[in-house]
């Protein structure tokens, strides 16, 4: 109910007012996504190639289960450079020690001159065999990790949940592109690099995640309660907890913005925002499916059956012991009633 200095006052119906209608009685209403509680991303370092996967997205797996394999022939090749590398730094140590004990004879006897030139020649020396000695600690590295790969070649599920997916590129070397030509190819060192080649998701425990612009963001807050419809029947519902908001990171995503505002987001401006995601604890997921679309609205008692009219007790004027409304009569004026 509103007002103008020249008596005319503005009303609302009451089908508004309850929420049946488009008036200010609607709740926000944002687009959700069940996803699982819990996850695993599996990795695979640089230069190391899959020899055969036993699974396919959407393969339901058990913990212990046969994932995929390693390349073991690229791995005992690469083992194999490895220790032709330490056996020919040793063998260069050998040598270089050799040459010290022979400077080293030789300043008894040498001039000045040579006396310098010799002992540049033993400090060359030894920093090279310091350098070997490194090189040669880092070989030995690789060839341990590269031993523990070739005997544990074969990949396991360490939990239950469904394969989401395979990321084919990721399984393949990238030294297997490099030209046959090209000298140490293979890199020996640990750089650390990792790319997702698999990813399984946990089954029967599920989270919604769902997202809101930026001018409505901090309406919801951690704790809130919520009601998550199904997108294709209304009436079929769940219940949940707002456990977290994300505030930190942005969606670039037009398309989740805009779908946010057409579905009763009143206070956006039509313009593009920003979106964050903020995730629902399900009271129960009974019937929901991974991935499946829902809407996410905040509960405030809507769907539960009352007798009569329940107001706002903003629409609600006390007068004494009495309360009344202001309600428009059949001749366009109000009355108290």
Not at 290 to 309: A, N, P, R, T
Request: aromatic fraction near 8%.
């Amino acid at each position: 109910l509103g007002g103008s200095v020249d008596g005319t006052a503005y009303v609302e119906s009451v089908k508004d007012i309850m929420g049946y209608g488009s008036g200010s009685g609607m709740n926000n209403r944002y687009t959700g996504e069940v996803e699982a509680q819990d996850s695993w991303d599996i990795t695979l370092q640089s230069d190391l190639s899959v020899a055969e996967c036993y699974v396919e997205e959407g393969a339901q797996v058990k913990k212990g289960d046969r994932l995929f394999s390693y390349n073991t022939e690229e791995m005992q090749l690469a083992k194999e450079r490895a220790e032709l590398e330490v056996e020919t730094l040793q063998n260069e140590n050998s040598q270089l020690e050799r040459d010290i004990s022979s400077y080293r004879s030789d300043l008894n006897s040498a001039s000045t001159r040579e006396r310098i030139e010799l002992q540049t020649e033993i400090l060359t020396a030894q920093t090279t065999i310091k350098r070997n000695e490194y090189s040669i600690s880092s070989a030995n590295k690789e060839i341990k990790d590269l031993e523990k790969n070739i005997n544990d070649a074969t990949v396991t599920s360490k939990m239950d949940g469904v394969v989401q997916k395979i990321n084919e590129e990721a399984g393949v070397s990238s030294s297997s592109s490099s030209s046959d030509d090209e000298e140490d190819s293979y890199d020996y060192s640990d750089s650390g690099e990792e790319s997702t080649y698999m990813t399984i998701v946990a089954v029967g425990d599920y989270r919604v995640k769902g997202s809101v612009s930026e001018t409505n963001v901090w309406s919801l807050t951690e704790g809130d309660s919520v009601i998550i419809r199904s997108r294709v029947d209304n009436n079929t519902t769940w219940t949940g907890t707002i456990s977290s908001v994300n505030t930190d990171e942005t969606e670039d995503s037009e398309e989740d913005a805009s779908e946010d505002m057409m579905y009763m987001d009143d206070s956006s401006s039509g313009e593009s925002a920003s979106t964050y995601n903020f995730y629902v604890e399900l009271d129960s997921d009974d019937g929901l499916m991974m991935g499946q679309h829902v809407f996410i609205e905040l509960d405030f008692g809507q769907d539960e059956e009352k007798e009569g009219i329940w107001l706002p007790s903003a629409y609600i004027y006390m007068d004494e012991d009495k309360y009344y409304v202001w309600a428009a009569n059949g001749r366009d004026r109000l009355e108290l009633r």
